[in-house]
């Protein structure tokens, strides 16, 4: 039982409100790995994860696709701990293999303004992959600042800030198996 006191109740919670539901999320994510494999048949597929926020998505899409699936992730920074873009990318940690040749997906939490992926994009395009593909569970279409587009996305969503299925604030809520829109408490 939760202690319930005058300076408690000051401290209001952050709260999330339901956008798309586990069953909802999984089923999409069906759809998505069925249509990779439909594109690119018989053909080895690297899933390049971009860590962290992908790792829910890319650990289900990867076992929707069937045939051979590797794995690699990469690392970037933009956010840090607000909800605002810092516009800023930087690279954290490269793949740890060669995708020269390679047919390449690159697996992202959410397409906001397309800075870090515009960032990601031509430093793999450097790499000579076969083909060069992306994938995202969420579209934020109407904050989009980069010329980036998507070849697969789950689903295109307001421009609100969402949390969950990998999507961290402040890297909570990373492990809901459902998406929400955050509410922050309102200060006094
Ligand atoms: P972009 O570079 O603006 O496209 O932002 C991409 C990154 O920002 C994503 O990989 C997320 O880590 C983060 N991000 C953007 N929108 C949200 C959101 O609504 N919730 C949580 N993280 C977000
Ligand atoms: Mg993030």
Not at 45 to 56: E, F, M, Q, T
Not at 68 to 79: G, L
């Given at each position: 039982?939760?202690?319930?006191?005058?300076?408690?109740?000051?401290?209001?919670?952050?709260?999330?409100?339901?956008?798309?539901?586990?069953?909802?999320i999984q089923k999409r994510i069906r759809e998505m790995g069925r249509q990779i494999r439909k594109d690119f048949p018989?053909?080895?597929?690297?899933?390049?994860?971009?860590?962290?926020?992908?790792?829910?998505?890319?650990?289900?899409?990867?076992?929707?696709?069937?045939?051979?699936?590797?794995?690699?992730?990469?690392?970037?920074?933009?956010?840090?701990?607000?909800?605002?873009?810092?516009?800023?990318?930087?690279?954290?940690?490269?793949?740890?293999?060669?995708?020269?040749?390679?047919?390449?997906?690159?697996?992202?939490?959410?397409?906001?303004?397309?800075?870090?992926?515009?960032?990601?994009?031509?430093?793999?395009?450097?790499?000579?992959?076969?083909?060069?593909?992306?994938?995202?569970?969420?579209?934020?279409?109407?904050?989009?600042?980069?010329?980036?587009?998507?070849?697969?996305?789950?689903?295109?969503?307001?421009?609100?800030?969402?949390?969950?299925?990998?999507?961290?604030?402040?890297?909570?809520?990373?492990?809901?198996?459902?998406?929400?829109?955050?509410?922050?408490?309102?200060q006094g």
């Amino acid at each position: 039982m939760g202690r319930r006191t005058a300076s408690n109740a000051a401290v209001k919670k952050e709260k999330v409100r339901p956008l798309l539901a586990a069953a909802r999320i999984q089923k999409r994510i069906r759809e998505m790995g069925r249509q990779i494999r439909k594109d690119f048949p018989g053909e080895p597929i690297v899933l390049v994860g971009v860590l962290k926020g992908a790792v829910p998505f890319l650990a289900d899409l990867a076992r929707q696709i069937p045939g051979e699936v590797t794995f690699d992730f990469i690392a970037v920074s933009s956010y840090g701990k607000d909800t605002k873009s810092s516009g800023q990318v930087k690279l954290n940690k490269d793949l740890d293999s060669s995708i020269e040749g390679k047919t390449v997906v690159v697996v992202e939490d959410i397409l906001d303004t397309g800075l870090t992926l515009q960032y990601l994009l031509r430093i793999l395009q450097q790499r000579k992959p076969k083909h060069l593909r992306i994938a995202v569970l969420l579209d934020k279409v109407e904050r989009r600042i980069a010329n980036v587009h998507a070849d697969y996305v789950g689903f295109v969503i307001p421009n609100e800030f969402v949390v969950g299925f990998g999507l961290d604030y402040a890297e909570r809520y990373r492990n809901l198996p459902q998406v929400g829109i955050l509410q922050l408490p309102t200060q006094g």
